[in-house]
């Protein structure tokens, strides 16, 4: 966390603890005061990764909300410690993390700066496969042809994730609302083609509202031994 102001105990405040796992601060109290007592797994995720706790600990934290921790057979969305260290690391970095589903996991404040605000997104609004085939607003500037393929690539990618974790309830429910929401995306799913074999990923261009702020982060992560 930034450093603030002098702290009279230690460990987190309940906003920024709230803010860490994505949810909002009413409904961290509602869970600490037993007046919310049904979290969702994604909610119980949010908060282990938040307060990085150990495999044991989130697994604990699993049972006590009542759910079973996440075995092989479910697409992981735990970042591991040596993973963590490394993105403690780049902190002055754009950094996003995804899951094998493509859902967001977490992005960290330069990366908000350059690509937009991510804490606010709920639901499929997570997911980078949902946002490019429903053509949501993005600041990544491509060609007509670039998107397609992007997309064709996204849903390639997923399809392979599936096949990989069959057995895994969310990442159907997942494929499920995607092709009821989108006609696109049920196009290239039963298309079932490979991926393209450019990348246009690799190189992106950003469409920035402000110039000069995006100049700014740029010429500060220059500067950053």
């Excluded at 995720?45 to 495999?55: H, T, V, Y």
């Excluded at 899951?99 to 990366?111: E, G, H, M, Q």
């Excluded at 092709?179 to 991926?195: C, N, V, Y």
């Amino acid at each position: 966390m930034p450093v603030g102001r002098r702290r009279r105990a230690g460990g987190l405040r309940r906003e920024e603890l709230a803010a860490l796992a994505g949810i909002s601060a009413d409904y961290l109290t509602r869970l600490e005061q037993g007046r919310a007592t049904a979290p969702s797994a994604q909610v119980v995720e949010a908060l282990a990764r938040a307060l990085r706790l150990s495999d044991s600990e989130r697994d604990l934290l699993y049972r006590l909300a009542g759910h079973a921790a996440p075995g092989p057979d479910v697409v992981p969305s735990r970042i591991p410690p040596s993973v963590q260290r490394l993105l403690d690391r780049l902190s002055h970095t754009p950094v996003v993390a995804y899951d094998a589903s493509w859902t967001l996991v977490l992005a960290n404040a330069p990366y908000d700066a350059l690509m937009g605000e991510t804490t606010t997104w709920r639901g499929l609004e997570r997911n980078a496969v949902w946002r490019n085939v429903a053509r949501l607003p993005s600041r990544v500037v491509h060609t007509r042809r670039e998107q397609a393929e992007h997309e064709a690539r996204l849903v390639a990618d997923l399809r392979l994730t599936a096949s990989r974790y069959p057995a895994d309830l969310a990442l159907r429910r997942l494929i499920a609302d995607l092709a009821a929401g989108s006609p696109r995306f049920a196009e290239l799913w039963d298309a079932g083609t490979p991926p393209p074999l450019t990348d246009p990923s690799r190189r992106k261009t950003i469409d920035h509202p402000d110039r000069l702020a995006l100049a700014l982060v740029l010429g500060t992560q220059s500067l950053t031994p």
